[in-house]
Structures are given as C-alpha cells and as structure tokens.
C-alpha cells in the first residue's frame, strides 16, 4: 500500500526481495533486503550535475553483493 500512494505521487521506487522458498518450490516467506526511492526532482538534478560527464569510481571503495557502494 506504501509503494502504491508513493508512486501515485511520481516517486520512483524499487525494492529488492529474496523469497525462502519450502522443498516443493512454492514461496513460504519475503526477505526484503533494501527499499530505494526517488523523486523526479532529484532525477532532474542528478542529470544536471553529470549530465555531459564521465563518473570515476575509484575500486577500492567497499561494495555489497550487487556491486554498490556502501
């Protein structure tokens, strides 16, 4: 229901979920591991500040299992 109203108010979100699943495959529980949003607003602004540029991460910055930074 929360995602629900936070999208009908233009807000970008994204959640991502792991299910534990019993012997004979069906789903038993959701493991939700992180919940991300964002508005169009600041969509607009991160494309104004790198919007003709080339971003440099450097490699030694610790990541999660997805590959982003902590």
């Known amino acids: 229901m929360l995602l ?3 999208e009908s108010y233009n807000v970008h979100v994204v959640v991502d ?8 495959g069906n ?9 991300v949003w964002w508005t169009l607003e600041q969509i607009r602004m991160a ?7 080339i971003t440099e991460t450097n490699g ?3 990541t999660n ?3 982003l930074l902590l």
């Open 4 to 6: 629900y109203y936070l």
């Open 17 to 24: 979920e792991q299910y534990i699943v019993d012997k004979e």
């Open 27 to 35: 789903k038993k529980d959701r493991i939700i591991q992180c919940i």
């Open 47 to 53: 494309r104004k500040f790198v919007l003709d540029m």
């Open 60 to 62: 030694t910055f610790n």
């Open 65 to 67: 299992e997805k590959h």
